[in-house]
């Protein structure tokens, strides 16, 4: 079951809109989605890495290369298909609920009824 069937969790999204233009390593997704969310996803590294898993595990990201730098182990990841296919289809959504209350015409002060207290 991919996350399109139901709303994603923000964090989720983000995780995702940060893969979108080239794969990252684990500190560029946290720095990535902090950028493209106005800093409202704040990701811990053990939130990013089980997210990770389980969207490793959903066929929505794919580890792209593993290298070792300084020392130090960095595991690259990228989106697949059909996590791209999940993250628009989720933009979409939120395209279409924001579309609900934007395009709505507002009501005019005559037309509102008011219940006497």
Do not use: W
């Not at 609900?100 to 507002?106: A, F, G, K, L, S």
Request: proline share 4%; aromatic share 4%; no cysteine.
């Amino acid at each position: 079951m991919t996350d399109s069937v139901r709303p994603m969790r923000e964090p989720t999204y983000f995780i995702l809109a940060a893969l979108q233009d080239e794969p990252l390593h684990g500190y560029a997704i946290v720095k990535r989605a902090q950028e493209l969310s106005g800093g409202r996803v704040r990701l811990t590294t053990g939130t990013l890495y089980a997210a990770l898993d389980r969207l490793t595990g959903e066929e929505m990201v794919q580890v792209a290369g593993e290298s070792v730098i300084n020392g130090r182990h960095r595991r690259t990841y990228e989106l697949t298909d059909q996590g791209r296919a999940a993250l628009h289809a989720e933009a979409e959504r939120m395209a279409a609920a924001a579309r609900v209350v934007r395009d709505r015409e507002p009501r005019s002060a005559a037309m509102v009824r008011t219940v006497p207290a």
